[in-house]
């Protein structure tokens, strides 16, 4: 069994983890969460130290920590610092900060610069020809063998600004609030009737600018490579309620693109577009909700060329890094594969999800673990399935498919959803702990 990750405690690392480059769609509704059990209104806190001990990392020792609504009732503010033997990173940022004399205006302002042990990246089809008798490093034939592994860097930015345009849930003001009683939603839902933009849900524009660099020191030679892009997206969502729907849908619609500005590597093309849909079953003897999820997501790139030597080698050009654009395995599509497993120019991916939020709540009368502020536990069962390929056609993206299936424990710990996810594949098993719903 491959543990990615092992923690004492699944609040603690979500907030380290919280800063993770992720794959879920950059926009997001502006909620403001409103605890029937908080008297402080929407203010939530939370400092707490940690532990997690991976194969790669060794032993770990951080403190993250996160102020939520104390300024603005829709703006977080968190932080980490962690450290091992050889590991050693720190990360923090400002979330959705309402612009002065705005209000439908969002800053957001996050980062992370680390060092690890044994970093390992599916990759090296854009450094060599690769033999005409191998398949591309991260291809859907490639070989779980083929990728390189260093210490090294890992550092990202990013700046987003959202605007939260004024029809639907957020016609007379930028930001959708919720009220919450044992984690469950008591206010009015945001959508989940109907599917018009015009009267339901909330519809978010999204500009990113995100910036990443990372680093392999080999014996003989270091490795590096670094992007600055833009992402322009999307995002309309009808769900009843966007942190934990039950009813309603999803839908993203992005273009990202590298110029091969300052000291990137290439220049490069993504679109993408993710869709969830959420059916409610109710609650139940022992569950307040039963809900069925359901993702699509796809991506292309047009950019993505392959470059032929005179033997039939063949190179990748005009690419986005083995971490970026199509690409499936980890902690949000494909979890049980490594993260990053599979990349090339084009992917298909789907997920059904089966929720289970139970009634019961093992540390509701614990008063040493109150303030964790924990509302309810989910038991979750899912299946994926996806690929990707160097054509965007059926015949390439839906034959010899990848697929795993896992089991999640997920609670909602101070408005906000933390989940420990356990994946098994052709290749192994993975467990993930992650901040948010994968969709």
């Not at 090296?124 to 490639?142: Q, V």
């Not at 986005?320 to 599979?342: C, H, I, K, S, V």
Request: net charge negative; glycine share 10%.
């Amino acid at each position: 069994m491959n543990m990615k990750l092992i923690c004492v405690s699944i609040v603690c690392l979500s907030s380290m983890v919280s800063f993770s480059v992720v794959s879920a769609p950059a926009a997001n509704v502006k909620t403001s969460v409103n605890r029937v059990e908080s008297p402080d209104r929407v203010k939530e806190s939370l400092i707490l130290p940690y532990l997690f001990s991976s194969e790669s990392m060794g032993l770990n020792l951080g403190v993250g920590g996160m102020l939520n609504g104390y300024y603005q009732d829709q703006m977080t503010i968190g932080g980490t610092v962690f450290g091992g033997e050889v590991s050693k990173a720190g990360g923090g940022g400002v979330w959705n900060f309402k612009l002065p004399k705005t209000e439908r205006f969002f800053l957001s302002v996050y980062g992370m610069m680390g060092y690890y042990p044994k970093q390992r990246a599916y990759a090296g089809g854009t450094l060599d020809f690769i033999p005409i008798s191998m398949p591309l490093p991260g291809s859907n034939d490639s070989a779980q063998t083929q990728y390189l592994e260093a210490d090294g860097s890992s550092n990202w930015f990013d700046i987003k600004l959202e605007y939260a345009l004024p029809f639907g849930a957020t016609a007379n003001k930028g930001m959708v609030e919720y009220q919450l009683k044992n984690g469950l939603l008591i206010s009015e839902p945001s959508g989940g009737d109907s599917w018009n933009p015009l009267t339901h849900g909330a519809t978010v524009v999204v500009l990113r600018q995100f910036n990443r660099y990372q680093s392999f020191e080999f014996e003989e030679e270091e490795l590096d490579g670094t992007i600055h892009a833009i992402e322009l997206g999307i995002l309309h969502d009808n769900t009843d309620f966007s942190i934990n729907p039950s009813t309603g849908s999803s839908q993203y619609l992005s273009i990202s693109h590298d110029a091969a500005w300052l000291d990137s590597d290439n220049e490069w093309t993504f679109i993408n577009l993710d869709m969830s849909k959420y059916f409610s079953f109710g609650s139940s003897e022992y569950a307040h909700q039963r809900i069925l999820a359901l993702n699509f997501w796809t991506g292309y790139s047009p950019s993505w060329e392959l470059e032929y030597d005179g033997i039939g080698g063949k190179k990748v050009i005009g690419n986005a890094p083995y971490n970026e654009a199509a690409t499936l395995g980890g902690f949000y599509r494909m979890r049980g594969y490594d993260q990053n497993r599979f990349h090339d120019k084009a992917s298909i991916y789907g997920s059904a999800e089966y929720r289970y939020t139970l009634k019961y709540n093992p540390i509701e009368d614990v008063n040493w673990l109150k303030f964790l502020k924990i509302d309810w536990f989910q038991l979750v069962g899912f299946v994926e399935a996806g690929r990707v390929g160097a054509e965007y056609t059926a015949s390439e993206l839906l034959t010899d498919l990848k697929y795993d299936a896992g089991f999640s424990i997920r609670a909602m710990a101070a408005g906000l959803v933390v989940r420990t996810d356990i994946a098994v594949s052709d290749e192994g098993t993975n467990t993930w702990v992650m901040v948010d719903h994968p969709f």
